[in-house]
């Protein structure tokens, strides 16, 4: 596991905390993703960034704000959650490239619970 | 809008049995992507196998072959000689082709869990 990490592995939060889940890719890549996945539902894009320029932003609550510094790195900022927001957030990577195959690698996930 | 969909929630197979897991989706494009992702208990998303729509020859990875029926919009994944490591949560998903700089969207499924029996 050590293509794309993300750390904390598990977060439990109040709906008044701020927190963030940070995403490293050692791939050399330069998209990174966020998803959420949650029980019996398919994993939901939130966001995506290309050479660190948000290029996707699926319709997200502000509540969740990510943040790409470089290309190795991805954050997403979590504030005022509410309690449907727990799930398995994914950080995904990929090369970028268009007219390839493009194959995204997934990191190992934020287990994330809101009280 | 593209959709992708899997039937099965829940499978189980015998250890050194073969096993398919179904995928059909929905997209008015000819051009595009298919995957078969594994998640084990331990959450890692792995990527199992993938397909270019324009390749007519089924992909394979050892034990790990698909049947793409293009004009069907099916793409089952089969495994031979299944393993107990092989009890994983199996995601289908679908990717648009992308031409000038578009997203790399994948369209997951909702996943279909796979149980190996000893």
């Known amino acids: 596991e050590t293509g794309v990490t993300q750390t904390p592995r598990h977060l439990v939060m109040g709906m008044t905390n701020k927190k963030s889940l940070k995403c490293e890719q050692h791939?050399?890549?330069?998209?990174m993703y966020w998803y959420k996945q949650s029980a019996k539902k398919p994993l939901e894009l939130m966001f995506v960034?290309?050479?660190?320029?948000?290029?996707e932003n699926n319709s997200v609550p502000s509540r969740f704000s990510p943040e790409c510094p470089n290309s190795s790195h991805l954050f997403l900022h979590l504030h005022t959650l509410q309690p449907e927001d727990s799930a398995l957030y994914l950080c995904?990577?990929?090369?970028?490239?268009?007219?390839?195959?493009?194959?995204?690698?997934f990191g190992p996930g934020t287990r994330l619970t809101v009280l | 809008a593209q959709t992708v969909t899997q039937s099965q929630p829940e499978m189980s197979v015998q250890e050194a049995e073969t096993v398919t897991l179904s995928c059909t989706y929905d997209t008015s494009e000819s051009d595009y992507y298919l995957f078969w992702y594994k998640q084990p208990p331990s959450r890692q998303m792995i990527l199992v196998i993938r397909?270019?729509?324009?390749?007519?020859q089924n992909a394979t990875e050892n034990r790990f072959s698909v049947n793409f029926q293009k004009a069907a919009k099916s793409f089952s994944l089969k495994i031979s000689d299944s393993q107990l490591g092989d009890a994983a949560m199996y995601f289908c998903a679908y990717r648009i082709q992308n031409y000038g700089g578009a997203t790399n969207k994948l369209i997951f499924g909702t996943g279909t869990l796979l149980a190996v029996q000893p």
């Open positions: 995904a990577s990929s090369q970028g490239s268009s007219g390839v195959v493009d194959t995204q690698y």
């Open positions: 791939l050399g890549h330069n998209a």
């Open positions: 397909q270019e729509a324009y390749k007519q």
């Open positions: 960034y290309n050479f660190k320029e948000q290029t």
